[in-house]
């Protein structure tokens, strides 16, 4: 290479610090951006499972739920998973059985959750309430999926708490989602939110 070559990339300005940073700056705020976004869609697609499951074992579309075993036709939400857990040989079998003898409660309040959470997540309203009921919901079903077959500690459904709960602290309502009015309209409080 040429002295002259040389000496001209040396010549060259070096860049600003403050452009670098402000590069710097753009990019993280942009994937900042993407991980709210991807957040928002995580939350829609919890709801939707929640609100799907409603909808199943309300009217017996055929996945999981035949049309003869809905709640509208007289069938039980939540005898079939609590029924399998106590026949598994569950650990915690009395605290399912005592659900399932007070089935007109607990079909009540399981529906009503998924219905809640559901809508909630879907619309990005009330997603700290909606992420704690959702934590409850899956750590009950977690500890009905004893003895677990696939993996001793860990299963789906503990997964998915640590997912609704990390929502939830996001504020994960706020992107795609109706959250930023609903916290106007709730006056900023923390847990309605």
Do not use: C
């Not at 994937?31 to 409603?54: C, E, P, S």
């Not at 503990?158 to 006056?187: C, E, N, P, R, Y």
Request: net charge negative; aromatic share 10%.
């Amino acid at each position: 290479m040429s002295a002259s070559v040389l000496h001209s990339h040396s010549s060259l300005p070096a860049p600003s610090t403050a452009a670098a940073v402000d590069t710097e700056d753009v990019t993280a705020t942009r994937l900042t951006h993407r991980g709210y976004q991807l957040l928002g869609v995580t939350r829609i697609m919890v709801g939707f499972t929640f609100l799907w499951a409603f909808l199943d074992k309300l009217l017996g579309l055929g996945f999981s739920t035949p049309a003869e075993a809905s709640w509208i036709n007289g069938g039980s939400p939540t005898a079939g998973f609590l029924g399998a857990s106590i026949e598994g040989g569950n650990p915690l079998s009395g605290v399912w059985e005592f659900f399932v003898g007070h089935a007109a409660v607990t079909n009540v309040l399981f529906m009503a959750g998924l219905l809640g959470i559901g809508l909630a997540f879907m619309l990005g309203i009330g997603t700290r309430i909606a992420a704690v009921s959702a934590a409850a919901m899956y750590f009950l079903m977690y500890l009905a999926s004893f003895p677990m077959s696939s993996n001793p500690l860990f299963d789906d459904h503990l997964i998915m708490l640590v997912v609704v709960l990390a929502l939830g602290a996001f504020a994960a309502g706020d992107h795609l989602g109706l959250g930023t009015q609903w916290s106007k309209l709730v006056k900023g409080n923390r847990f309605l939110v």
